[in-house]
Every structure is written in structure tokens, then in C-alpha cells.
């Protein structure tokens, strides 16, 4: 069974350009979060997808966007890319159970960003 | 901001000994996880305790939550080289939909 997978591995982009991130969750997994971790910080929430809607969003500019496909997969864009914006971009999945309880989420390895 | 906040920043021991990781919050919570990183990795998952636990065990792990102190430690006994990570703490707000608030993060380092 895989867990959650990222593409790419790294990335190095320039300002202003925009980047698309993949993320595929575990099997039986319906929710996918994304994270953005930045150098010595803990990973910080961007928004978070069920059922092809974004339900949930951090405090992050619109040029941060998203999409989940039916397949539950998900990507991350980023528009006109800023030099803050290198970091480590994780996908997180879980299963959002009809009570809307909390489980645990699993983590892929990251997506490395750099912005020069 | 990131509501947890984890204390000590950095921690360094000697194998056999134990690592106590503390963790902060700020709202009420669904529930508090713990993760750990190697290396600017993905994260693992170790331990979730719900807001009406008190303590949880996992092999080596006892986490223990204070909801009156808002605050929770992560203990790692008999540590190992091998041990040697970041470790989050993150929180479940009521109504946040599984939304993880991670805090900065203690950096253990655990020597042979």
C-alpha cells in the first residue's frame, strides 16, 4: 500500500514564475492538506481539500491555489513566486470520517522549493 | 501565528538516557498530535491524545495532556541514536476540521 507521494522532489524556479505541486494520499484517504515549511519552522497550513472543494484555508495570498481531482489527488500552484516563498511544501492525507472527528494525517516526504 | 510552542528548542542527551519534550497551546483543543522529522523530511506520525485523555503510551512514547494548563509533554525513553530528530507538536482546534497547528519544533540529538 503507498503512502502519500510528492512531485517533484525539488525545484528551482525564479521570481515571478509559477510552480505546480502533486500530491497522490494514501489509499482509502479522501483529504488532502498542504503545509509549507520554511527553514528551522515548524510546517504552517495552507489549505486543505474534501470532495474537489477547498473546506478549509490558512493565511496564505490568493496566489497560492489549488484543486483535488476526483481521484482524491491534489495540487498546489503558486503564482508570481517570491523569494519567501522557498520552502518545503508538504502533502498531508487522511480520512474525514462522517462525524467530522480528527485522525491522524500522513505525511509525504515534501516537495523542495527554491526561489532565486 | 503557530499556536504550539515547544520547549526546550533544542535538546541533547546521551544514548540510554530519556528526552522530555514539552508543548504549549493556546485554544481549546479537538485533540494533540506529535510528529517527528528527520533530516527537513516528511513528517511521522506518533501519537494522537484526545482533549478528554490524560496520558497515552506507544512502545518507547508516554504523551501526556494538561487542557487546564493548555499544555502537553512527549517522553522518550531509553533514547537511541537513532531517535535523533525534529519533534512537533500540533492541535486540533474544535471545529477545525483536521487542521493541524504545528509549533516551532524541539530538535533533538541523541549521541552514542
Known amino acids: 500500500d503507498a503512502g502519500v507521494t510528492q512531485s517533484p522532489t525539488h525545484l528551482i524556479k525564479t521570481r515571478g514564475q509559477q510552480v505546480t505541486l502533486r500530491c497522490s494520499p494514501k489509499s482509502g484517504h479522501d483529504t488532502v492538506s498542504w503545509y509549507q515549511q520554511a527553514l528551522g519552522q515548524g510546517p504552517q497550513f495552507i489549505f486543505q481539500?474534501?470532495?474537489?472543494?477547498?473546506?478549509q484555508r490558512g493565511n496564505f495570498p490568493d496566489r497560492f491555489s489549488g484543486h483535488q481531482f476526483p481521484n482524491y489527488s491534489s495540487e498546489l500552484n503558486v503564482n508570481a513566486l517570491l523569494l519567501g516563498d522557498s520552502a518545503l511544501y508538504l502533502c498531508?492525507?487522511?480520512?474525514?470520517?462522517?462525524?467530522?472527528?480528527?485522525?491522524?494525517?500522513?505525511f509525504g516526504p515534501g516537495t523542495r522549493l527554491t526561489v532565486t | 501565528s503557530q499556536q504550539g510552542e515547544e520547549d526546550p528548542q533544542a535538546l541533547s542527551i546521551q544514548e540510554g538516557e530519556n528526552a522530555t519534550m514539552n508543548c504549549s497551546y493556546k485554544?481549546?483543543?479537538?485533540?494533540l498530535q506529535w510528529y517527528r522529522q528527520n533530516s527537513g523530511r516528511g513528517l511521522v506520525h506518533l501519537i494522537l491524545?484526545?482533549?478528554?485523555?490524560r496520558e497515552k503510551h506507544s512502545g518507547r512514547l508516554r504523551v501526556t495532556l494538561d487542557t487546564s494548563k493548555k499544555s502537553s509533554s512527549l517522553l522518550i525513553t531509553a533514547s537511541r541514536a537513532a531517535d535523533t530528530a525534529s519533534y512537533f507538536c500540533a492541535t486540533v482546534w474544535r471545529g477545525g476540521y483536521n487542521k493541524l497547528i504545528f509549533g516551532a519544533g524541539t530538535r533533538l540529538a541523541v549521541h552514542p
Open positions: 481539500y474534501y470532495e474537489e472543494e477547498e473546506r
Open positions: 485554544t481549546s483543543i479537538n485533540n
Open positions: 491524545i484526545r482533549s478528554n485523555e
Open positions: 498531508a492525507s487522511s480520512f474525514l470520517a462522517p462525524s467530522r472527528g480528527s485522525h491522524e494525517q500522513y
